[in-house]
């Protein structure tokens, strides 16, 4: 029989437990292959009659019939699972209670892993011209010619430019397009890491030299780097990065929007003198299959992306900086309910990394944290150079006359106007995608509505179609009303950029204007192509919804409108203020730069609004304190905690008992000093043709609230057809 000989490894035939990425709950037994296998091992195994992707994960349990245990297919040909790796995936999925299985999902999102690279082919442009053109042909060289790179898989390139892989196959034929074998191991560049920064101002370097004391120690330790936009953080944390590469170790620059990453690539290769592995839904398979295992063999030294990129496998990470940390895109809402800035602090404790939160509005979180002395605090007081905070006022829209369908007060419009007259760029902001929210019939009064959620359909105008967006369903918008029938009556109510859009045209007829809003850019490339040239002063008035507030850098931009500053204070949500003192500040720190002063105006209903009144004033630290002392008063979050269930099925009523009976049987949430509240329905009731009730367990802050909720759903058998998603530390409720 054969035995184990060093922890960690295990002879041919030893029993050894394997993790696979299947929906089971629990490890297999298998035994290890000819040669043995480490502990970590990539493996294929046989499940049923498939072979699936697998991790060992430890010694065999055992405790089924050994005589039909079969043996690992095989080893894979990639760096074993590092233990601190490991050790993350299992602490995370304690903390979130997530099943490993979907854990392991998220480390291995690199497909075709298991695919022999030898077999892959890549698809780039060739030197020659096709004798013949035809739009899918042209599409296809279109394709190649926009993202270079690493190259497209046949599958990619089929998908991207829409046509067959004959039209691919025809095109290589005739020497316009490159078939070669994949780039299996190629490492990217080294990144110049002694090659010196920008002079830093004294503030910069003392924060820098703080942060980077921290990298030199290699131990654990989170920094909130706070400064207003404009204070050189991205400088900062560029100095941390340097010493971190300079110590041999691996960095990882997460950001909360692809649309960022291209302008701070290019500063990464100013500074190092290279470009570093970028990491996204938007990078191709191939060039995704290269970082996964680079970044394991050490090929890759610093990674920036989004936050997936948190569960790459790297082999020695010293740095994790979280740029925007109070962003909410960091929080997955789908599949594994993770916040990457939280995970990001487990995995840095783990192997002995810094994290860096880096904003110019921390979450409150981050705050109380610093505050406790968890994490420690660096402030940028002051802009770099001359460049001044913009003075902020707000136009009270009760002393404002505006004719109705109008949203741009008197006031504004005279500020952009001198703006225009000045050859100075002027935004206006309004966090609503599309033309209107709502649609209403002026025969019957029906509102048009998702047939599959309850929400309403809004019109996207230049799209001439309605959308759901909740679920994303779309149709063509209708000529008459689909209730009554009545024609020409149906109405648009409220403003969305699309229809901001519209007045700006109507008002301002000489200025060039760009709306900037997801849904109208078909790619991340499109839209930094836009933002590239509106920033270049190829536009005179943007109009733009959330997207804009997010980092780019507008240096002509002087005036900021923001249409609706109540928008996010409706509503009974416990970030809203938070959430909009936070989107205000971000929105407006984009007007002036350099030696220009900006000027943003808040138009409000409610000037006196205490959260209007502290975005007026500026003054964070007071806001911090009152916001601090509501939540503490209340035992929310961050001084409580709280977890949201929802319970989703087709059938309303059934779900509603359920949770009633889940309420009721709350004993494990009791033992712990906790709450459930509810069941009520979800906010959105019905998505996607599931209705949606929602439970909620309010907990002491240090309160085991995980074990607690696995304590009190462990007896629950749901019904088919119906799920249960749980929510630790929701962003909103
Ligand atoms: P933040 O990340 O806080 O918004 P950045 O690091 O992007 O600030 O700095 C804002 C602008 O000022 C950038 O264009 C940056 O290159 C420039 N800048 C900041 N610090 C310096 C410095 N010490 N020397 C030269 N330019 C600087
Ligand atoms: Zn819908």
Not at 109 to 133: H, V
Not at 206 to 228: F, K, N, P, Q
Not at 396 to 425: F, H
Not at 538 to 549: E, K, R, Y
């Amino acid at each position: 029989m054969a035995s184990v000989r060093e922890p960690g490894y295990f002879d041919e035939g030893a029993l050894v437990s394997v993790l696979t990425t299947q929906p089971l709950d629990r490890t297999l037994d298998y035994r290890a292959p000819e040669g043995g296998c480490v502990e970590g091992a990539f493996v294929q195994v046989p499940l049923g009659p498939r072979q699936v992707m697998g991790v060992v994960w430890g010694p065999g349990r055992g405790d089924f019939d050994i005589s039909r245990v079969r043996p690992v297919t095989r080893v894979l040909n990639v760096a074993p699972m590092r233990e601190e790796m490991r050790e993350f995936l299992t602490r995370a999925a304690a903390y979130t209670l997530t099943p490993m299985a979907a854990m392991l999902r998220l480390a291995t999102r690199a497909p075709g892993l298991t695919d022999p690279p030898s077999m892959r082919k890549i698809y780039r442009l060739g030197d020659a011209e096709p004798a013949r053109m035809t739009d899918a042909r042209t599409r296809v060289l279109d394709v190649l010619a926009s993202h270079g790179g690493a190259g497209f898989t046949l599958k990619e390139l089929c998908d991207e430019a829409g046509t067959s892989s004959s039209v691919v196959k025809g095109l290589v034929q005739a020497g316009a397009v490159r078939e070669e074998a994949a780039p299996r191991d190629v490492a990217f560049p080294r990144l110049d890491s002694h090659r010196p920064g920008k002079a830093l101002t004294e503030d910069q370097q003392s924060a820098a030299d703080r942060i980077a004391e921290g990298v030199r120690t290699e131990r654990y330790g989170t920094t909130l780097l706070r400064g207003v936009t404009g204070s050189g953080k991205t400088e900062v944390y560029l100095e941390a990065v340097a010493q971190c590469l300079r110590k041999g170790r691996q960095a990882l620059v997460l950001l909360p929007e692809i649309a960022l990453t291209a302008e701070f690539l290019n500063r990464v290769e100013q500074r190092f003198g290279a470009r570093p592995a970028e990491w996204h839904h938007g990078v191709t398979m191939t060039e995704r299959r290269r970082i996964w295992k680079m970044v394991g063999q050490g090929g890759a030294e610093l990674v920036v992306g989004a936050r997936s990129a948190l569960f790459l496998p790297f082999r020695d990470l010293g740095l994790i900086v979280i740029d925007e940390e109070h962003d909410g895109s960091y929080k997955q809402e789908d599949g594994v309910l993770y916040n990457a800035r939280d995970m990001s602090v487990l995995r840095a404790s783990l192997c002995g990394a810094q994290v860096v939160l880096a904003s110019a509005t921390p979450s409150l979180e981050s705050w109380a944290n610093a505050e406790a002395g968890k994490y420690a605090r660096v402030d940028l007081e002051s802009r770099f150079g001359d460049s001044l905070l913009p003075e902020m006022k707000a136009i009270d829209m009760r002393k404002e006359r505006l004719e109705t369908g109008r949203w741009v007060s008197p006031t504004l419009r005279a500020q952009v106007e001198e703006r225009l007259a000045n050859g100075e760029q002027s935004l206006l902001f309004i966090n609503r995608r599309g033309y209107a929210p709502v649609t209403l019939c002026r025969a019957c009064g029906e509102q048009i509505n998702c047939e599959h959620c309850d929400a309403a359909m809004v019109e996207h105008r230049f799209l001439k179609r309605l959308v759901c967006h909740q679920c994303g369903e779309t149709r063509p918008m209708p000529d008459k009303c689909p209730s009554c029938e009545a024609e020409g009556r149906l109405a648009p109510i409220g403003p969305g950029v699309e229809r901001l859009t519209e007045e700006a045209q109507a008002v301002f007829p000489d200025a060039r204007i760009a709306t900037l809003s997801s849904d109208l850019f078909s790619s991340a490339r499109a839209l930094k192509e836009r933002i590239e040239t509106i920033a270049a002063g190829g536009a005179d008035l943007i109009i733009g919804t959330q997207l804009v507030a997010k980092g780019h850098n507008f240096p002509l931009l002087t005036l900021v409108g923001v249409i609706d500053a109540d928008l996010g204070l409706q509503g009974s949500d416990l970030r809203a203020a938070e959430r909009t003192f936070q989107l205000m500040r971000q929105v407006s720190g984009r007007a002036g730069r350099a030696d220009r002063p900006g000027t943003a105006l808040l138009q409000t209903h409610q000037p006196d609004h205490p959260v209007i009144r502290a975005i007026l004033t500026g003054n964070e630290e007071t806001f911090w304190q009152a916001e601090a002392e509501t939540r503490r008063a209340m035992e929310m979050p961050p001084y409580g905690r709280l977890a949201g269930l929802v319970l989703s099925s087709t059938d309303a009523a059934e779900a509603m008992r359920i949770g009633t009976e889940l309420a009721r049987h709350d004993g494990a949430i009791r033992a712990i000093g906790a709450q459930v509240f509810g069941p009520a329905p979800a906010p959105i009731a019905r998505i996607r043709g599931r209705h949606r009730v929602r439970l909620l367990v309010k907990a002491p802050k240090g309160a085991p609230v995980q074990d607690a909720i696995a304590r009190w759903l462990g007896p629950l058998a749901l019904p088919k057809d119906f799920r249960l998603s749980v929510d630790i530390d929701p962003q909103s409720f």
